[in-house]
T-cell receptor, first 115, second 110 residues
Framework: AQSVAQPEDQVNVAEGNPLTVKCTYSVSGNPYLFWYVQYPNRGLQFLLKYITGDNLVKGSYGFEAEFNKSQTSFHLKKPSALVSDSALYFCAVRDENTNAGKSTFGDGTTLTVKP | DVKVTQSSRYLVKRTGEKVFLECVQDMDHENMFWYRQDPGLGLRLIYFSYDVKMKEKGDIPEGYSVSREKKERFSLILESASTNQTSMYLC?????????FGEGSRLTVL
């Protein structure tokens, strides 16, 4: 079985400060990990993914995420937050051994960046 | 750019009605998915399809069925809508592990 947890429902940061949105996962094999962002009344947009290789993954809009196998974590980070980063963020995992379809999503974290 | 189009952004239906949600993708992806999104519950997989006429149940298939007669089109069907199916429905297709989502269909069942 695979699962993913986003321990914070809400993250608030001031514009210009660094931000972190946390994600931990559980899989039986090697994980494929993803971050998506959702703006109000829109579908999800892909930010970045980790499949293999370098533990630090860079993605869209200046976001990055660090894969930590020992802590089973894949936290999303950005050095300097913008008000326009305010949105709902989802972490997702897929076990490499799972069948073609199933990614499991976390419950989402609402990021609010205040001016 | 990959485009996933959901035919209806907002629908209002009555209990017991049959509801069709249509999804079309333009990039020849083999894998397509239907998710349901509810506050505090994240995204839950209803059904997915890895090829034409092939389908597999996701985590919450009860009360839903799907149809994939052509590669680009994946339809979600609610045979008899109920109020607990009021939700946001998201269609997605997949390439190289990355999911491409439509804008969503917000269904209200009265």
């Amino acid at each position: 079985a695979q699962s993913v947890a986003q321990p914070e429902d809400q993250v608030n940061v001031a514009e210009g400060n660094p931000l972190t949105v946390k994600c931990t996962y559980s899989v039986s094999g090697n994980p494929y990990l993803f971050w998506y962002v959702q703006y109000p009344n829109r579908g999800l947009q892909f930010l970045l993914k980790y499949i293999t290789g370098d533990n630090l993954v860079k993605g869209s809009y200046g976001f990055e995420a660090e894969f930590n196998k020992s802590q089973t974590s894949f936290h999303l980070k950005k050095p300097s937050a913008l008000v326009s980063d305010s949105a709902l963020y989802f972490c997702a995992v897929r076990d490499e051994n799972t069948n073609a379809g199933k990614s499991t999503f976390g419950d989402g974290t609402t990021l609010t960046v205040k001016p | 750019d990959v485009k996933v189009t959901q035919s209806s952004r907002y629908l209002v239906k009555r209990t017991g009605e049959k509801v069709f949600l249509e999804c079309v993708q333009d990039m020849d992806h083999e894998n397509m998915f239907w998710y349901r999104q509810d506050p505090g519950l994240g995204l839950r997989l209803i059904y997915f399809s890895y090829d034409v006429k092939m389908k597999e149940k996701g985590d919450i298939p009860e009360g839903y069925s799907v149809s994939r007669e052509k590669k680009e089109r994946f339809s979600l069907i609610l045979e008899s809508a109920s109020t607990n199916q009021t939700s946001m429905y998201l269609c997605a297709s997949r390439r190289a592990g990355e999911l491409f989502f439509g804008e969503g269909s917000r269904l209200t069942v009265l």
